[in-house]
């Protein structure tokens, strides 16, 4: 993407609620130590805009990727302002047999068929995040640009982030129009992936420069269905669980009036209203909800933290790409636990409320003279 100051400058002046900008260069290259050889997707980064990502970028200590290695961090992420800086994941690092300080060569094709090779210097090893570690790469910008001979006014996207992620789609379309009327020419949105569109824009008769602009939905549409159809499962689950509560407490609360007739029938008896028999055994069930949600939220909770302690290694190379993730992390949030326990409550509550009813109905006489 070539102008990308003045696109920045535009995306800075014309998208309202803007937080900040980053520019990232895209490339596809083989990265060749010694010994062994891998290709990878190459992102070029900006080291003094990219805090938030360094931020949450963690170091492998020389131990995980290298056979008797030292038990410390060797790399330092501000090594990345270097020309020519890599950063490499720890499962990329092994694969190599490379360590901090070492050169490696990094070769890739042009878009004109030319092949072209620079050196780089591995800066940092960065803990894995999940699959996505064996096939991407971080390097200086510098390097991107000597490696594709491209000038530093080019870049291979803008990631603008909002104040408001929820306004997306409504900035996309405000932004096309104000690009397109300073000259810049815009492809058709389509919903995917900018990888997935190569074959298409191959596939077309025009030359130059069309912009593509895409939300963070497009991008990681095959993520979030995944996740739609885990939440779907996961809502599936849920409603077969409060089927069984149903079922369990009314069962439960039946047998209760039943064991419980002729002492119903003595406190009507003595006065007693049907209300308040009525809103004793309503007040059982809420009780005994609140508590078993209680206890269950308790120890779901303690089993997260337990997880987490352990670090559970994720086996399966699907679930560790979506999750970006070598271990298993369960998450706890105060709000859903908070409203998982009300909804229990009030369900098992619910669930009580014929039986209770029922009970309010027997007649004194009756319920006294009744025998088990």
């Known amino acids: 993407m070539t102008e990308a100051t003045q696109l920045h400058r535009l995306v800075s002046e014309e998208v309202e609620g803007l937080d900040y900008v980053i520019e990232r260069g895209r490339g596809w290259a083989r990265f060749i130590s010694e010994t062994q050889s891998l290709q990878a997707s190459v992102a070029s980064i900006k080291p003094d805009d990219e805090g938030r990502l360094l931020q949450h970028l963690g170091l492998a200590a020389q131990s995980v990727y290298k056979a008797g290695g030292e038990g410390r961090v060797l790399g330092d992420l501000r090594q990345m302002q270097r020309p020519h800086a890599v950063l490499l994941f720890a499962a990329q690092a092994a694969r190599l047999g490379v360590d901090v300080g070492d050169t490696l060569t990094v070769t890739a094709e042009t878009p004109t068929g030319q092949t072209n090779t620079v050196d780089g210097e591995v800066v940092a090893i960065a803990d894995d995040l999940g699959f996505i570690s064996h096939f991407a790469t971080f390097v200086n910008k510098q390097l991107l640009l000597d490696l594709y001979h491209f000038d530093a006014d080019t870049t291979g996207a803008l990631l603008i982030f909002l104040k408001d992620i929820s306004r997306a789609s409504e900035v996309m379309g405000k932004l096309r129009t104000s690009l397109q009327a300073h000259g810049f020419r815009i492809m058709d949105h389509l919903a995917q992936p900018f990888f997935t569109k190569f074959e298409i824009v191959a596939g077309e008769d025009w030359t130059g420069q069309k912009l593509d602009l ?143 009813l029922r009970a309010a109905r027997l007649r004194p006489v009756t319920a006294i003279n009744r025998l088990d």
């Open 214 to 356: 895409t939300t963070w939905e497009d991008e990681l549409g095959m993520m979030k269905w995944i996740l739609n159809a885990l939440n779907s499962v996961a809502v599936f689950l849920v409603s077969v669980l409060l089927l069984i509560i149903v079922v369990g407490l009314s069962n439960s609360m039946w047998m209760a009036v039943r064991e419980r007739t002729q002492e119903i029938g003595t406190l009507r008896a003595i006065g007693m209203q049907r209300s308040r028999v009525a809103l004793s055994f309503l007040l059982e069930a809420l009780i005994l909800g609140l508590l078993g949600t209680l206890s269950g939220s308790l120890l779901g909770a303690g089993i997260a933290a337990l997880v987490n302690w352990y670090g559970l290694p994720i086996r399966n190379d699907a679930v560790r790409m979506i999750l970006m993730s070598e271990q298993l992390r369960l998450s706890v949030r105060g709000l859903q636990v908070v409203g998982s326990v009300a909804t229990f409550t009030v369900v098992t509550a619910l669930a009580a409320l014929w039986p209770a």
